[in-house]
Structures are given as C-alpha cells and as structure tokens.
C-alpha cells in the first residue's frame, strides 16, 4: 500500500509560480507510476501530468502543456509539480495519484486508472 501526503498550493495573482509536493511512504515509490489530476469547482477530476516509474518519460494535458513540470525523486519518495505563468483556469483542488499496477513505461490520463490518492491541495489563481 501507499500513502500519500501533499503540501504546497495556496493563493497566487495570475502569472504566479508554486510547486506541490506529494511525499510518499513505503518501499514502492520507486515501482509506481505518478500522476497530479485537479477538480474544479461543478467538474470532473481531470488528468493534469503523469510519469513514468522512472522519470525518464512525462505527459501532459495541452491546457498545462509548456508551463507545468511534473518531476520525482525516487531517492526521497517524492513527486513535484512546478507550475509557472499561473492563469485563473488553474484553479482547483490538485491531488496526486499513484499506481502500481502499470508497466514500467506506461502511464495513464484516466483518474479510474489510480489506486492511491493524495488528501488535495487547493491552487486558487487571482485574476
């Protein structure tokens, strides 16, 4: 099983930069494939970055494409999510998710794909 814990996120003015955190317990870390989803207000989880148990290969949502980058130290079982040039849009909870059941080159943008999930972490973006 694995157990993850987010931090970072709060309120930020349009063009703002944060970074989320997602620290995770057990020995596993290193074998799960990652991924950050954020909910809106009325809308549905929608799938924002993911990466491969390694790191060596990412995916990104076109709305985060170029701004965002998800990042993980296996060393530390830690996943990241640098978010810059900030918009109103990104505003949401942001929650990180884990799985151990892909391959170790695969990764999924389907939220029912993920086993273990983070506690949320509210991003909201000034205009």
């Known amino acids: 099983q694995v157990q993850l814990v987010q931090s970072g996120g709060g309120l930020v003015q349009t063009g703002a930069s944060l970074r989320l955190s997602c620290a995770a317990s057990g020995r596993t870390f290193s074998s799960a494939t990652m991924g950050w989803f954020r909910q809106a207000p009325g809308k549905e989880r929608e799938f924002v970055a993911a990466?491969?148990?390694?790191?060596?290969?990412?995916l990104y949502a076109d709305s985060v494409k170029g701004r965002f980058t998800i990042s993980r130290d296996n060393a530390k079982n830690t996943l990241y999510l640098q978010m810059s040039s900030l918009k109103p849009e990104d505003t949401a909870v942001y929650y990180c998710?884990?799985?151990?059941?892909?391959?170790?080159?695969?990764?999924?943008?389907?939220?029912?794909?993920?086993?273990?999930w983070g506690q949320g972490t509210q991003v909201t973006v000034s205009s």
């Open positions: 990466i491969i148990r390694s790191g060596g290969s990412t």
């Open positions: 998710a884990a799985t151990t059941s892909f391959l170790a080159y695969s990764y999924s943008t389907d939220p029912a794909r993920y086993v273990y």
